[in-house]
């Protein structure tokens, strides 16, 4: 069983920077490939990042050059770094840890972009 927990999230003006985090407990994450998701009012969740183990990273074409997915395996930690954050962008996000047919997602954090 793996516990999830993000957090970072809160309310930023148009331009501005957050970083989330997302720390895992109850196994290594070192072997599981980490994704962050958003999830707006009305709107499906969609992917925005995500790490393998062998921390290659993909990521949403509409985040590509402003987020950044990075992984701290000694820490248990997965960190969204999100620049020039938009209206948009405004969601909540999640983490989520995969590994094989075992899946897992944090509660969620809350990321408001607005003046």
């Known amino acids: 069983q793996v516990q999830l927990v993000e957090s970072g999230g809160g309310l930023v003006q148009p331009g501005g920077s957050l970083r989330l985090s997302c720390v895992a407990s109850g196994r290594r994450l070192s072997l599981y490939n980490m994704a962050w998701y958003r999830q707006a009012p009305g709107k499906q969740r969609e992917l925005v990042a995500a790490?393998?183990?062998?921390?290659?990273?993909n990521y949403v074409d509409s985040v590509k050059g402003r987020f950044t997915i990075s992984r701290d395996n000694a820490k248990n930690t997965v960190y969204l770094q999100m620049n020039s954050l938009k209206p948009e962008d405004t969601a909540v996000y999640y983490c989520k840890a995969a590994f094989g047919s075992y899946i897992y997602w944090g509660q969620g954090t809350q990321v408001t972009v607005s003046s």
């Open positions: 790490i393998t183990g062998g921390s290659s990273t």
